[in-house]
């Protein structure tokens, strides 16, 4: 007779539904699930805060389609775990937390950080339950497993209380259950894509929206066909970057404000029309325009505009579909028109402005200086985290991405602190593919600090990440070392410095030096350029570099404001 544990099931449970990382803070009741999750040959990896684990997590889930587990203690634990619960819902991405709880023997007595777990993650995630045994750790471990990755992805939630941890029960007494196969494919209805290529056949000003959906898809392969045999203009959202190379002749994203505003059509690949995209409304849209929607989720279709034509299923299915209805009749959108003459021309417009910002020479360097040298040398393969307000828009534009899944951002839910744990997640599943790819973060001095501690984690794994902080003293903008001592001379600084202030050319450098990485203090183009080329080369320790910018710099002048409005 063998006996198992539950925290042996559950590592085990985890392992058989082909989860291989695993990042969190171990405490009472969850050491020994991390310790048996190593056994069982999951990657462990200890981060500093839950919240950042839960981010790590979750972006597994998004590059590898299986989920990322994060293991978190209870009460507290899972609270600073909630947060990303809801980016990866928000997001659509495939998450699985494991939450050590208070004995069953001890609810409703005040037990150590007892709280309602299960019910409180219903909120934030598609399943939560507690397993009633632990027999049955592996189904309950399978559905979590399934439905995080079946229809439309998310978060869900396990809770295990800490007396069934090192409960003991007999193997053959547990109901072994198999990987649940990959999510089954649908395809479109044949009556929807005929409505679909109708409205596409009529439009005059075609534009193709693409989406992180399908990037999540991998729908690269059947896009690039569709596009370059139609040849239509596409636009991608933040993380739809790289699904098409940025570089790709019918990229429009340098007139993303009048692609938006004029077409006619839009076929809305794997994205949605919320805040992102304006809501598909004016004054951002022609109150004429027509959708066609892609989506692999119901609900989400009609959502703020209603398509002309729906089309529910697997979106690099349905994009084939497509193609081989529109290679059979041999349409294509012309070249010549008035159409393609206004994108290119506000195109040209858009990086001219960009290109004199970009190459001013003065120091402080401006956002686009710094972005114009750090797009010269980051590898075209280099998968590109991004967070901050001017520093992510700014960086969206100039920093370009030719591959699929290879930027990580703020996204749908506009998160700040998701980079480091981002950046980890990237890099070590980097290191397990071992396929030469740099990860580079670039920050904010605001993002950065969410979640700066994550260095010490970056240096206790060797994981090589390029951490580019992009410092101009506060959140939007701050004030410089002379202002913010005249200040300090004025008073106490809770009541007269600016809200959006942050201590001026604080030296995040020294933080990564600290635990033993490389830090690096840059001023000036040169010091950029040689810093980031250093750090580059050098395969065995993370690096940060501390860029200090005009703490007045901004983004050049806006055809439309954005959607929080200030006063700032």
């Known amino acids: ?49 839950e919240q950042a684990a839960c981010y790590a997590a979750s972006a597994i889930g998004y590059l590898t389609g299986r989920p990322g587990a994060c293991l978190v203690v209870s009460g507290p634990g899972l609270i600073h775990a909630l947060g990303g619960m809801a980016n990866a819902n928000m997001n659509c991405w495939p998450l699985v937390v494991i939450g050590g709880s208070s004995d069953q023997n001890q609810e409703t007595t005040g037990a150590f950080q007892e709280f309602p777990q299960v019910e409180a993650c219903r909120l934030y995630s598609k399943f939560s339950a507690r397993p009633s045994s632990l027999d049955a750790i592996p189904s309950v471990v399978e559905k979590a497993v399934r439905t995080s990755i079946y229809g439309r992805p998310g978060a869900c939630y396990v809770d295990i209380s800490g007396d069934m941890v090192n409960a003991k029960v007999d193997r053959s007494k547990v109901r072994v259950v198999s990987c649940c196969p ?10 929807a ?97 027509k959708v066609i929607q892609v989506d692999l989720c119901a609900e989400e279709m009609g959502n703020n505009v209603r398509p002309a034509a729906a089309l529910l299923g697997d979106i690099r299915a349905i ?27 506000k195109m040209a417009a858009n990086a001219k402005i960009s290109k004199a910002l970009a190459l001013q020479s003065t120091v402080p360097m401006n956002y686009y200086n710094v972005f114009h040298h750090i797009s010269q040398l980051l590898p075209r393969d280099c998968i590109i985290v991004s967070e901050g307000a001017n520093t992510m828009d700014i960086g969206r534009t100039m920093l370009h991405n030719y591959l699929p899944r290879h930027r990580l951002d703020a996204g749908t839910f506009g998160t700040m602190g998701v980079g480091l744990g981002f950046a980890i997640a990237a890099a070590a599943l980097e290191r397990g593919q071992n396929k030469g790819q740099r990860v580079v973060c670039v920050e904010g001095d605001s993002a950065f600090g969410f979640s700066g501690m994550e260095v010490e984690t970056m240096c206790r794994y060797n994981l090589p990440v390029v951490i580019i902080v992009v410092n101009n003293n506060g959140i939007y903008s701050g004030v410089d070392p002379e202002t913010w001592r005249e200040m300090e001379k004025m008073g106490d600084l809770t ?21 033993g990485g490389r830090g690096f203090l840059v001023r000036t183009a040169e010091e950029l350029r040689d810093a980031l080329q250093l750090s580059l080369s050098d395969w065995e320790k993370p690096s940060l570099l501390n860029v200090l910018i005009d703490p007045a710099s901004d983004r050049k002048q806006q055809e439309f404001p954005w959607l929080t409005r200030s006063n700032l």
């Open 319 to 345: 994009v084939t579909q497509l193609s081989e209805y529109l290679r059979k009749d041999g349409w294509k959108y012309p070249s010549d028109t008035e159409w393609w003459s206004t994108l290119k021309e």
């Open 182 to 191: 990959p999510p089954p494919v649908s395809l479109a209805d044949h009556t």
């Open 193 to 289: 894509i005929t409505e679909a290529l109708s409205v596409l056949k009529g439009a005059q000003r075609p534009l193709v929206i693409i989406g992180k959906g399908a990037a999540y898809g991998h729908a690269e392969a059947a896009l690039k066909d569709l596009v370059e045999m139609c040849g239509l203009p596409f636009l991608p959202t933040p993380m739809g970057k790289g699904v098409l190379p940025d570089d790709h002749p019918n990229c429009v994203a340098a007139s993303r404000s009048r692609a938006l505003l004029q077409a006619d059509v839009v076929v809305l690949l794997g994205a949605r029309l919320n805040w992102i995209l304006h809501f598909g409304l004016p004054p951002r849209f022609d109150p004429r325009m």
């Open 495 to 515: 009541t007269i410095a600016p809200p959006v202030t942050l201590l001026p050319e604080a030296r995040y450098d020294e933080v990564m030096r600290a635990f």
């Open 1 to 49: 007779m063998e006996e198992v544990t539950g925290a042996q099931l559950i590592a085990e449970a985890l392992k058989e539904q082909n989860v291989e990382y695993m990042f969190g803070i171990v405490g009472v009741p969850v050491i020994e699930v991390a310790m048996a999750a190593q056994a069982a040959g999951i990657k462990y990896v200890g981060m500093r805060n």
